[in-house]
């Protein structure tokens, strides 16, 4: 069964370069895309990276990804923390039978 | 502009079959690739994926839900609508519904509705 880790919290100050990973069991991380959405409270999440590397119009290039194939995990990098860029970050993934979620990780800028 | 909106019962008593319906515009369910997801948030929690229908009526359902989910889309309404059988305390979450190109990448979503399940 597929299954998607993150760490629960990471923290980093402004102006900073914090890593949020993302460990695939279940599965080559490479066999499916991986999409990071970014969820601030009390707000649905939207995307901020998809199709592996992908950035939708109006998400800084401070988002990038990179891929692991040793350890299996995606991360997503933000460069040049920004206090608005504190959230709950979540990667998603999918297999023939089901998509899947990551547990979210908790982005503290101080 | 693609905008979705969910509406349906913020209370459902346990044991009560809850239906949600996500009103969307900006794209139309015929066009080939296009789908809708359904994706829940528990208080707290992290997002869980529940189902997608497709312009071309096809579906999909989580594994671990599906016997009690069920899917469908009113394409003349720009709707789609999920039910959820045997509602239980645990199943309290906001639900939120999403516009997809690939039935794997959602984008954007709705801004979700809160569904308690209590007695």
């Known amino acids: 069964n597929l299954l998607l880790t993150q760490p629960h919290s990471v923290s980093e100050s402004p102006g900073k370069t914090v890593t949020i990973s993302c460990t695939r069991s279940?599965?080559?991380?490479?066999?499916?895309?991986v999409q990071w959405y970014q969820q601030r409270p009390g707000s649905a999440p939207t995307t901020v990276i998809y199709?592996?590397?992908?950035?939708p119009s109006g998400v800084p290039d401070r988002f990038s990804v990179s891929i692991d194939r040793s350890s299996n995990s995606a991360s997503l990098i933000i460069s040049g923390l920004k206090t608005e860029d504190e959230a709950d970050y979540y990667c998603?993934?999918?297999?023939?039978?089901?998509?899947?979620f990551g547990g979210g990780t908790k982005l503290t800028v101080l | 502009q693609i905008t979705l909106k969910e509406s349906g019962p913020t209370l459902v008593k346990p044991t009560q079959t809850l239906t949600l319906t996500c009103a969307f515009s900006?794209?139309?369910?015929?066009?080939?690739?296009?789908?809708v997801g359904w994706i829940r948030q528990p208080p707290g929690k992290a997002l869980e994926w529940l189902a997608v229908?497709?312009?071309?009526?096809?579906?999909r359902y989580s594994p671990s839900l599906k016997s009690r989910l069920t899917i469908t889309k009113d394409t003349s309404k720009n709707r789609v609508v999920l039910t959820m059988t045997n509602m239980d305390p645990v199943d309290t979450a906001t639900y939120y519904c999403?516009?997809?190109?690939?039935?794997?990448?959602?984008?954007?979503w709705g801004r979700g509705t809160l569904v308690t399940v209590s007695s």
């Open positions: 229908i497709y312009w071309d009526d096809s579906k």
């Open positions: 900006g794209f139309s369910l015929t066009t080939n690739g296009v789908g």
């Open positions: 998603q993934s999918y297999d023939s039978n089901n998509v899947v």
């Open positions: 199709d592996n590397n992908q950035r």
């Open positions: 279940g599965g080559s991380i490479a066999s499916n895309s």
């Open positions: 999403a516009h997809t190109y690939s039935g794997n990448i959602f984008d954007p």
